[in-house]
């Protein structure tokens, strides 16, 4: 699944992260704009209703599924880090998993990809002894599966290195800086608006580059680009990224369809 | 899986107790003693390393796996009411043997029986919208699971209804009364040592009764016959009861071996 | 604290029920409004750094504190039962309270009151020995702190038996049944709107009457009217009740203050 | 509270370590072996339940009672770094103490000390920031509290710097490595027996120094020396350095009393 000059493309989205009683994200708008979505597991978001639940609306609107581990800390929403030893980190990837892969075959399908979450998924981006667990624990739960790390990363190398497809994913609604890197959101201009986020996307589709916020232009080559569901715009970047592309010509298909790219 | 005169049986016993740093039950002892263990899912016991570590060692001694869900409440280990509602008791059921099912597959096998534990085990005994409700989960993770539940009770009655293979249990170390329910551990004489205790299984393997609390005989018509793996005399009960089966000539094996009872 | 026409009454409302990145309520906009918050323990709802930031916010607006402990239940927010032994029940009240004493005095102040949350607030009101259990653990942590509780409901009477100030409490934005319970979410016209609201609180504090679901005048003699913080009318509901008790000539005030009424 | 030559010394243990049906340590026959405890909070370890019997030990005992906080990391028993913001830090700290502040009040008494546990411990010994932070957060708690630290370690420079009374700690049955370091668990030696570390109890309490790993002669002053609670030899060792230290004419105290050595 190398990115060269994809004609196809997935859009993938994080849910499920709501929690008993606290709702986060609109996934019930949100999932009918995307191709993809990585459902929370249960150890940093997501309780296990809300699983079932959303696994459900994904089968509902055809778009594929994946899992998406984070650290078990839901006070810290996964984004803290946590210093897990390997079996740990294994163990609690198989179990979160193992947890989204029921609740999927209840819905009716068979989850295609894993994508991991927060301070885990940048973790993993700069460590390739981590990355080598994860990719090692997604390929004892199933060769088949698709794993989702940042384009250009440790993590999509280990899942190269273990046999592994994976997915190099991109980000339509933030800001590159010139390293290819993403722009800290604690900087002016870090996150991007509708247009600006569908032009970044279909750049990204289209070209495999984008313009970094020193107008410096830098390869972002990527089979799958996330729409954050956490922020107000959420709803509006993916319909805006949608359109963008379909009049781009890119057609957009879930992460595990053969859909020619590599 | 009637439990119709049995020449063959079950000896399950309830492992993976461990939490974090703290051991539970002596699992390496126990587990080459019986024929089946039920594999806690972390909700009311077991991370997610002793999950995938109960369930290696279980591969390793060739007994058949399956997973033990509880209410989510750690703090009180299963064994205090929760009040869920049908579809919170449902997805936790959902995603709890969702857990063991990929940790055991991980291992190398797949899992073959699900059994309630605690209070829920209790609880749907004699709730039958309940234990429905539980049969119903069970059947959507998987129609070739066996349900385990008390001999007799609302739970097995919900899943022979809903076409499940169904394992009645009967335990070997607990005095019953003469109404066929369990010595409360609160009075004298609820616990029985080894000797009692084998002498008790081999009377409910061949003769489908047990002598209660009042001398009464009373019927126990059981697939499987659980061995406490919490108490100091755990494995001792289990090798006491191992042997007296072997010298009645009881052959032990796993549930889901279609072995001939039912 | 005798609920004997009243000319001065509390407002309370339940804040610091966020957790982690999840959000829930109006609390800075809700605080300003009310004269008494209950903060959540951590238990049911409330992080941390929630519990002495919603401190903080009250000292800052001069309102009194209490505790609002709750059954141990994140994923249920202490809205499911959950059976407790009257030792856990006391033990859980005991190291809740203190949490939320601790972060007031960092913030500044001490705490004034205690009020259960939910399921264990419901609970209480109906059975006299779990009643007993938390008035117990409310006098143990402290002899002055008021106990509030359910208008007319064994909480308060256990409260007053054993010695502590007590807070009885009725509802502006809650319907009543002709016997004097609340009237079931499930049902129409279970919530009122502000207006109603409005009403129902000033013949609360003056009248000690509200007019029930079937026309009926029903007897609700409280010490403290609560306005629910979660609904989307919180904040209009509050301003609405806070406007009408002063074209009343209600005095508000906090609980703990000695304003006469008892 | 410095530590040239004292006379006196505190001997300290961690306790209150079970949760829910896990026991962990010999806390009955360790309490009356020590003359301060450091309670678990329940974030790291320690249940409700566990956290008031354990209290009320303590005063049965007459041994001064200190909070043990941890990392909120049940799973992980407070050993694993979590990368908490400075507000994180400081509000945990704040609702762990709080919790046994109160039920130590409830058990008779008030707490003299706060001692962090685990990583939260090791960390705060080499960060400035980090033991800052703690620092204050114990300060705003109660300036009169003990704040426990590694002799010689950021810990307690921070607890000074706020104007706190600090406790330096050593430890009898750890072997020290010749930078004063503790010697890695993972290493041969690292945990001394009995009569060793009675010996090494002695030689800090009365010289101020230990022989390292390398023969070496290193400086040691502590104000109290812990008694790991969770070694299979935990009161041997305890019972050998009580009595060492009464042959060799040290008198032991709790934390807080005014022993005269600062």
């Given at each position: 699944?190398?990115?060269?000059?994809?004609?196809?493309?997935?859009?993938?989205?994080?849910?499920?992260e709501s929690f008993g009683p606290w709702a986060m994200?609109?996934?019930?708008?949100?999932?009918?704009?995307?191709?993809?979505?990585?459902?929370a597991?249960g150890?940093?978001a997501g309780d296990p209703s809300t699983i079932?639940r959303?696994?459900?609306?994904?089968?509902?609107?055809?778009?594929?599924?994946?899992?998406?581990?984070?650290?078990?800390?839901l006070?810290?929403?996964?984004?803290?880090?946590?210093?897990?030893?390997?079996?740990?980190?294994?163990?609690?990837?198989?179990?979160?998993?193992?947890?989204?892969?029921?609740?999927?075959?209840?819905?009716?399908?068979?989850?295609?990809?894993?994508?991991?979450?927060?301070?885990?998924?940048?973790?993993?981006?700069?460590?390739?002894?981590?990355?080598?667990?994860?990719?090692?624990?997604?390929?004892?739960?199933?060769?088949?599966?698709?794993?989702?790390?940042?384009?250009?990363?440790?993590?999509?190398?280990?899942?190269?290195?273990?046999?592994?497809?994976?997915?190099?994913?991109?980000?339509?609604?933030?800001?590159?800086?010139?390293?290819?890197?993403?722009?800290?959101?604690?900087?002016?201009?870090?996150?991007?608006?509708?247009?600006?986020?569908?032009?970044?996307?279909?750049?990204?589709?289209?070209?495999?580059?984008?313009?970094?916020?020193?107008?410096?232009?830098?390869?972002?080559?990527?089979?799958?680009?996330?729409?954050?569901?956490?922020?107000?715009?959420?709803?509006?970047?993916?319909?805006?990224?949608?359109?963008?592309?379909?009049?781009?010509?890119?057609?957009?298909?879930?992460?595990?369809?053969?859909?020619?790219?590599?």
């Amino acid at each position: 699944m190398a990115a060269a000059t994809p004609r196809t493309i997935d859009l993938n989205a994080d849910v499920g992260e709501s929690f008993g009683p606290w709702a986060m994200g609109a996934d019930a708008e949100l999932i009918p704009l995307v191709t993809s979505v990585n459902v929370a597991c249960g150890a940093h978001a997501g309780d296990p209703s809300t699983i079932l639940r959303t696994c459900e609306l994904a089968v509902r609107h055809r778009v594929g599924i994946g899992a998406h581990p984070g650290y078990p800390d839901l006070a810290g929403f996964g984004r803290r880090d946590l210093d897990l030893t390997p079996d740990e980190l294994r163990s609690t990837l198989v179990v979160q998993v193992g947890a989204v892969v029921a609740a999927a075959r209840v819905a009716g399908v068979e989850i295609r990809h894993v994508k991991p979450h927060g301070a885990m998924y940048n973790r993993a981006a700069r460590d390739p002894a981590m990355a080598a667990t994860i990719a090692g624990a997604v390929h004892d739960l199933s060769p088949a599966f698709v794993l989702v790390g940042l384009a250009g990363s440790a993590s999509v190398a280990a899942g190269r290195e273990i046999g592994l497809r994976v997915a190099e994913e991109g980000f339509a609604d933030r800001r590159y800086e010139g390293d290819g890197s993403l722009r800290s959101r604690r900087l002016d201009g870090a996150l991007l608006g509708p247009a600006e986020a569908a032009g970044q996307a279909v750049s990204i589709a289209r070209d495999g580059v984008v313009t970094a916020a020193d107008g410096s232009r830098v390869a972002v080559r990527a089979d799958t680009i996330c729409i954050h569901g956490d922020g107000p715009d959420a709803v509006a970047v993916a319909r805006a990224v949608r359109s963008a592309l379909a009049e781009a010509g890119i057609r957009v298909a879930p992460l595990g369809d053969d859909f020619g790219n590599g």
